[in-house]
């Protein structure tokens, strides 16, 4: 893995990039320093850019927050999310897991996740004994975002009842300004360990990958994922087969000793040895999303 200030001394090597969103682009409020410019010059060096996201959100949701924080449709060619994806398995059933999965669903998340199912051949219940199965999308923001607590109740019946889960969101937790949050993948981690069985959408597993590199259309030897997750980013990309670029000023910082209101960089030697001991090998780190 080898440092790089930024992207212009990587840019020659790649024709596509495929850039996580929150931790990368954005930490729930704004864009990061420099990423308009760097989202700028790879446009201007007439690179693709597909933003990859697990959001447990459909693209159409996703595209206007970005416009209200200044990163306009024009700095990138397509959007993917984790709840896009997810929403495009219910529709199909194409996949033998979810053609198993009966109508009767109970949605643990939010309503503005309602999205990811609207449309569909469903009937949304609230009583796990009348349901088939869960669609996990998150906290909610009326119950608490920091702790798994206020969802262990509904959680512990529907284990009980052996439902089978979709988590729309593998994330276990995101940093929204400087509040750290749990995310869909910490609730259905616990669902998990209780033994139940848990069908995970998003980074970093292969079925959203497919479809953001469909939308990029670049060969794959010429494609570069930028994440700030080793357990996501760096993984989804060693799944699908492309290079990646670890962002070491995200969701990582405080472990590898970064700091951005101080300008300080994270430790290198350090984010060596925590990839090598997850088993992974990108191509590349970065402090940040910046040209």
Known sequence: MKWHDGLSTLNGDYDGYILDLWGVVHNGVQPYPGVLECLQRLREAGRRVVLLSNAPRRTATVEPNLRRMGISADLYDAIMTSG?????????????????????????????????????????????????????????????????????????????????????????????????????????????????????????????????????????????????????????????????????GGIHQEMLGGNWELGRNPDYDLAVEEATAAGLAPVACVPSLRW
């Open 84 to 248: 896009e994806c997810t929403h495009r398995m219910l529709a199909s059933r194409d996949d033998p897991w979810f053609a198993a999965l009966g109508r009767r669903m109970i949605h643990l998340g939010p309503e503005k996740d309602v999205d990811v199912y609207a449309g569909l051949d469903l009937d949304v219940v609230t009583d796990p004994a009348n349901a088939d199965f869960v669609l996990n999308t998150g906290p909610d923001a009326e119950l608490g975002e920091e702790d798994i607590a206020p969802y262990l109740p509904l959680l512990g019946c529907c284990a009980a009842h052996g439902l089978p889960m979709i988590c729309a969101n593998p994330d276990q937790q995101v940093i929204r300004g400087t509040q750290r949050l749990i995310c869909a993948g910490a609730m259905a981690s616990w669902y998990a360990e209780h033994g139940r069985d848990v069908r995970w959408i998003g980074k970093p597993y292969p079925e959203v990958y497919g479809l953001a590199l469909s939308l990029l259309d670049v060969p794959r030897n010429r494609v570069l994922a930028l994440g700030d997750a080793l357990a996501t980013d760096m993984r989804g990309a060693a799944t699908a087969g492309i290079d990646g670029c670890w962002v070491l």
